[in-house]
């Protein structure tokens, strides 16, 4: 299966600073038909996740644009341009390109300084 | 506005079985693939079945293959989700998803396996 590794596991930020996680893939995650199937998703505590980014950089519909996903082939990355509050929460890149089974990385824990 | 809303989680002894459902609306369900997956206390997201649009493909993690089947009924908008031979290891949040890609997702479903 294919191995998604994040970075950093913990992210303290002060509130209107940017914020930035990155997600590894053991294999290229480009599929055949040319697209690359990285998501991003983020958990705030207490609730279900929710889907923020498909396809890399394809934001969801309702998500602010201060989130904005970026990268190819096994090197991707999250950024949020100014942190809000509402931001607090874990955040996982999900790869859907190798199998099902589909894998998710281990999660980054987003708190304010 | 699509909707998922899980049920069937319990407290079961290990060994024994349950079956969770996941009653879907708000799109048409007999177009997408839909999925399960967990999340233990305090854990991470960890992807557990998926199952085709008709229903005629479905697939596992090593974690549950042979004891977790996976199946759907598109005339009731539901996705079912077997779980046999529970161990202690799969009590979790249980959710489901549409689509390959977890598009939107349920509130979850508890299970817990414990004696």
């Known amino acids: 299966d294919v191995v998604m590794t994040q970075s950093p596991l913990s992210l303290p930020v002060t509130l209107g600073q940017p914020a930035s996680i990155s997600c590894r893939s053991s294999?290229?995650?480009?599929?055949?038909?040319?697209?690359?199937?990285l998501n991003w998703f983020q958990q705030r505590p207490g609730q279900s996740p929710r889907r923020l980014i498909y396809?890399?950089?394809n934001r969801d519909s309702g998500v602010p644009d201060r989130f904005s996903g970026s990268g190819s082939g096994t090197d991707f990355t999250l950024k949020i341009s100014r942190v809000e509050a509402e931001d607090v929460g874990v955040y996982y890149c999900?790869?859907?390109?190798?199998?099902?089974?589909?894998?998710f990385g281990q999660g980054t824990k987003l708190e304010i300084k | 506005e699509v909707q998922l809303l899980e049920s069937g989680g319990d407290l079961v002894q290990p060994g024994g079985s349950l079956r969770l459902s996941c009653a879907a609306s708000?799109?048409?369900?007999?177009?997408?693939?839909m999925i399960w997956v967990r999340q233990a206390p305090g854990k991470g997201l960890e992807w557990v079945s998926a199952?085709?649009?008709?229903?005629?493909?479905?697939y596992y993690a090593d974690s549950v293959k042979g004891r977790f089947t996976i199946s759907r009924d598109n005339s009731k908008n539901t996705v079912y989700l077997q779980m046999n031979s529970l161990r202690a290891e799969d009590t979790a949040v249980y959710y489901c998803?549409?689509?390959?890609?977890?598009?939107?997702w349920g509130q979850g479903t508890l299970v817990t396996v414990s004696s």
């Open positions: 294999q290229s995650l480009v599929y055949s038909d040319g697209n690359t199937y």
């Open positions: 199952i085709s649009n008709s229903g005629g493909s479905t």
């Open positions: 396809k890399v950089s």
């Open positions: 708000g799109f048409t369900f007999s177009s997408y693939a």
């Open positions: 999900m790869q859907g390109t190798h199998g099902p089974p589909h894998t």
């Open positions: 998803a549409v689509n390959w890609n977890g598009d939107y």
